[in-house]
């Protein structure tokens, strides 16, 4: 057993209509920063597609633009060139959609507000009254084991806690596209297998369709159904292949498994080049 | 931090300091009549200028109605009649400085804070205004009380507008500056939650930025404070300062340096309030861990 690798740069149309129903799509995707001489360009030509539940990995070294065009697909800035279609509608430039919720790498809780008050705030500003708000908040705390913090401020948790108060403000919004940037790039290792657990256990049951950036290989094996790895600077679409492990997984037990050492190694040595490029960075 | 020394040895200097000065103060020019001392002794301590903690202790019991001039102790009828004969006696001076710092304070803050807000979250109002604001920023405050006595009086209206004016730029500033330094990522956390534009400034502009808007707070108050003083020096019908501008007509130090105390003792228990204030606004915070415990 093996990963099967697509060497295609793009989809294939082939490949677009085979998967039966795609829910982001990524059209020649561009980006460049500045302009005349000053122009960087940060992706380039990049297409893919995601399908409805599916968990894809961007896997990339740093500064690929792959933070850059998971902004993009959030509408958070302007793209420069291609399109992106969600459920086959085109978005427009800067527009924020109400079914993509977004974890960001940085500590973005709210310090001013209890861990309660930040796990209730996307249900607050949607009006849903306070007795329902409660009982969901409750139900959101203890799925992540932070019950006892519930009126606590984020100043008094760990980065960890922070990170999962974080993620339950954006799952309780119940997004059906979920886009994460290295939401677990802060953390240490032994943390980041914890939320690797944690993250999991949520999308195995609601299963929403997923779009997870990392420059993280073990990272990308443990939580994802495909891997889209990109190039180093200008981002490019490199490979485009299926993570062949089974569901549901445990993030701890798959890392000891025989299987997961085969996959990273092999994917690690025909991968590699690009790895050890940005390694040097 | 950690300190070599215990709190009971920091507070036993406190005292003893505190004690030497006042005697300093109260004896030190009486060593002139010693010819060997003469030459140490500095004129100011001439208590024609800076009276004698002793004599300011009378002043004050005698101001406040306390006492009678003769020093004796006025009895509940007597303090009244004093109080009624003198219509800027120290109580009502106090209560009328502190009424227009107050309303002075509040107003500026509230002003300043929705000028800020407007002009912080707008780049296209915070061009249109910025050389207006820089221009009317340059000048001194203070050569305004003249004008705005002018204009509004001698009464209390003039007073609370000095400090409104000051206290407004200093509470503006940071607003806006606070505006500015949002993190970038909350705002765009609190969009994709789907926050619209005002929900954004209400939850997340406005709570980030009020630590910034209580680090001027405390000078705020003082501002205010010494914008009020000003104003009733140039020209009030009562006050702290007015008591104070009457007091050097008269040439008594006493007096003056009651009305000094009574500023002390009101900018202490200003500086106060705004902190217990801020402490438990900005409880997240982990400066104001201590405070707020």
Redesign the interface.
């Known amino acids: 057993m093996g990963a099967r690798l697509y060497t295609t740069a793009e989809p294939t149309p082939k490949a677009v209509t085979a998967r039966k129903d795609v829910r982001v799509s990524v059209r020649s995707l561009d980006k460049a920063f500045g302009r005349g001489d000053a122009k960087v360009t940060a992706v380039d030509k990049v297409s893919f597609d995601i399908g409805r539940g599916e968990f894809v990995a961007l896997l990339g070294p740093s500064g690929c633009g792959k933070s850059t065009i998971l902004n993009m697909v ?1 509408g ?1 800035i302007p793209r420069t060139g291609g399109n992106i279609l969600i459920d086959g509608k085109p978005m427009e430039q800067g527009q ?1 959609r ?1 079914e ?3 974890v ?1 790498q ?1 500590d ?1 809780v ?4 209890t861990v309660e008050a930040n796990v209730g ?2 249900l607050e ?2 009006g849903v009254p306070a007795g329902e708000r409660r009982a969901r908040v409750a139900e959101a705390l203890d799925q992540v084991g932070l019950t006892a913090f519930a009126k606590a ?3 008094t948790l760990s980065g960890g806690m922070r990170q999962r108060v ?1 993620l339950m ?2 799952l309780i ?1 119940q997004p059906e596209i979920l886009l994460m940037d290295e939401p677990f790039g802060a953390l240490d290792t032994h943390t980041k297998l914890e939320m690797h657990r944690i993250l999991l256990q949520l999308w195995e049951r609601e299963r929403q369709t997923v779009l997870f950036v990392t420059h993280d290989l073990g990272e990308a094996l443990t939580l994802a159904d495909r891997i889209i790895l990109l190039s180093a600077r200008p981002g490019r679409l490199k490979e485009d292949f299926e993570v062949p492990l089974e569901r549901p997984r445990d993030a701890v037990a798959l890392r000891e498994s025989p299987e997961f050492a085969r996959l990273f190694s092999h994917i690690w040595h025909s991968l590699g080049e690009e790895f050890r490029k940005t390694k040097a960075e | 931090m950690a300190s070599t020394q215990s709190s009971t040895t920091v507070l036993l200097w406190r005292v003893v300091i505190l004690l030497l000065l006042l005697a300093v103060w109260q004896w030190g020019y009486d060593l002139r009549a010693f010819a060997a001392l003469k030459p140490y002794v500095p004129n100011f301590l001439d208590p024609y200028f800076v009276s004698k903690p002793s004599e300011i202790w009378k002043s004050f019991l005698r101001l406040g109605c306390l006492t009678d001039r003769g020093g004796t102790l006025h009895g509940w009828s007597g303090m009244t009649a004093c109080l009624a004969e003198d219509a800027n006696n120290i109580w009502m001076a106090t209560a009328v400085t502190l009424k227009n710092t107050f309303w002075g304070f509040l107003g500026g803050t509230l002003s300043g804070i929705a000028v800020g807000l407007i002009l912080g979250r707008s780049d296209f109002l915070s061009r249109v205004f910025e050389p207006y604001i820089v221009a009317f920023n340059s000048i001194p405050r203070i050569a305004l009380v003249p004008l705005i006595i002018l204009m509004f009086g001698l009464g209390d209206i003039s007073k609370i507008v000095t400090a409104w004016i000051v206290v407004f730029f200093v509470v503006f500033f940071n607003t806006f500056e606070g505006t500015r330094a949002v ?1 970038r ?2 705002i ?8 619209n534009s005002w ?1 954004v400034t209400r ?2 502009v406005i ?2 930025t ?1 630590a910034w808007v209580f680090a001027s707070l405390t000078p705020a108050v003082s501002f205010a404070l010494i914008g009020v003083i000003v104003g009733e020096f140039i020209g009030a019908e009562r006050g702290i300062g007015k008591l104070i501008v009457e007091a050097e007509a008269r040439a008594n130090a006493s007096e003056m340096m009651v009305a000094i105390f009574v500023l002390m003792v009101v900018g202490i228990l200003l500086a106060i309030g705004v902190r217990r204030i801020q402490a438990y606004l900005l ?4 400066q104001f861990d201590q405070a707020s415990a």
Do not use: C, E, M, N
């Open positions: 959030a958070l924020v109400r993509i919720g977004y960001f940085r973005t709210f310090p001013w507000r705030y996307g500003i949607a401020f984020p100043r974080a403000r954006t919004t | 993190d990522d909350q765009a956390a609190s969009r994709l939650l789907g926050a929900t939850t997340v709570p980030s009020l409880r997240w915070q982990p």
